[in-house]
């Protein structure tokens, strides 16, 4: 099981860690926005409610919710969408040792943030749904090279033939699709967000089984053992 950091209530220095939160696209519309912080905790006092979490957003309280035993929870709050930076954020996670609870202490697992997101490339890529939208517009790209795939089904990508491709200034463009459905998932992207993999090698068969091989032992190892492996295939 991994987790996060861990937090120690009320301890002046271990009691409050800071996450970066990364948010593009974010829309300057009035509306709500959510955040989903799920915690562990690995103390138990046998006091009710011993467990205390505070949230904040940029500087700013959004929640805080009690929990009690060694178990998981899941705090869920609602915040103004306008707390929310275009790039860069803080979430600050508190734990606070209530009166009558001797120690309490818990990890971070890990957080989600659901807000109103602009249709703008960032890095020249964009993953979108159709969200019930009868044309979907991604703006912001920085190469006239579009493509789109739909990546409903992961496994089994489609290119998105069809797509309308315009400039919308300077060095600067936006590309139009209808979804298939409201669940339709797409990735755009221009040739400049192709990603590069880190290594490519060719997938060669073994001939293992070849009777020409003629193996009496066989050792499948990693580079770190291999040394150790040379010398138990010399022993044998």
Request: charged share 15%; net charge negative; proline share 3%.
């Given at each position: 099981?991994?987790?996060?950091?861990?937090?120690?209530?009320?301890?002046p220095?271990?009691?409050?860690?800071?996450?970066?939160?990364?948010?593009?696209g974010?829309?300057?519309?009035s509306t709500?926005?959510?955040?989903?912080?799920?915690?562990?905790?690995?103390?138990?006092?046998?006091?009710?409610?011993?467990?205390?979490?505070?949230?904040a957003?940029?500087?700013?309280?959004?929640g805080?919710?009690?929990w009690?035993?060694?178990t998981?929870n899941?705090?869920?709050?609602?915040?103004?969408?306008?707390l929310?930076?275009?790039?860069?954020n803080?979430?600050?996670?508190?734990?606070?040792?209530?009166?009558?609870?001797?120690?309490?202490?818990f990890?971070?697992?890990?957080?989600?943030?659901?807000?109103t997101?602009?249709?703008?490339?960032?890095?020249?890529?964009?993953?979108?749904?159709?969200?019930?939208?009868?044309?979907i517009?991604?703006?912001?790209?920085?190469?006239?090279?579009?493509?789109?795939?739909?990546?409903?089904?992961?496994?089994?990508?489609?290119?998105?033939?069809?797509?309308?491709?315009e400039?919308?200034?300077?060095?600067r463009?936006?590309?139009?699709?209808?979804?298939?459905s409201?669940?339709?998932?797409?990735?755009l992207?221009?040739?400049?967000?192709?990603?590069?993999?880190?290594?490519?090698?060719?997938?060669?068969?073994?001939?293992?089984?070849?009777?020409?091989?003629?193996?009496?032992?066989?050792?499948?190892?990693?580079?770190?053992?291999r040394?150790g492996?040379i010398?138990?295939?010399?022993?044998r």
């Amino acid at each position: 099981i991994w987790f996060w950091k861990n937090i120690a209530a009320g301890h002046p220095t271990l009691g409050r860690k800071d996450f970066p939160l990364f948010a593009y696209g974010v829309s300057s519309v009035s509306t709500t926005a959510t955040m989903m912080v799920r915690m562990h905790s690995t103390t138990a006092t046998g006091v009710s409610n011993e467990h205390h979490a505070r949230v904040a957003l940029n500087g700013t309280t959004i929640g805080e919710g009690w929990w009690t035993g060694i178990t998981s929870n899941i705090l869920t709050m609602t915040f103004s969408q306008s707390l929310l930076i275009e790039g860069s954020n803080s979430v600050e996670v508190t734990g606070l040792r209530d009166a009558g609870v001797p120690y309490s202490t818990f990890y971070v697992n890990h957080f989600d943030v659901i807000y109103t997101r602009e249709y703008a490339a960032h890095g020249d890529l964009l993953h979108v749904r159709g969200e019930g939208n009868a044309v979907i517009t991604v703006d912001g790209f920085t190469n006239g090279t579009l493509m789109a795939m739909d990546v409903t089904v992961p496994t089994r990508p489609q290119v998105v033939q069809g797509m309308l491709v315009e400039s919308s200034g300077v060095n600067r463009w936006r590309a139009s699709l209808a979804p298939q459905s409201a669940q339709s998932e797409y990735v755009l992207s221009s040739i400049a967000g192709v990603k590069t993999p880190a290594w490519l090698k060719v997938d060669e068969s073994s001939r293992l089984k070849l009777a020409t091989t003629e193996a009496d032992y066989v050792i499948i190892t990693v580079p770190e053992l291999r040394s150790g492996a040379i010398t138990l295939a010399d022993y044998r």
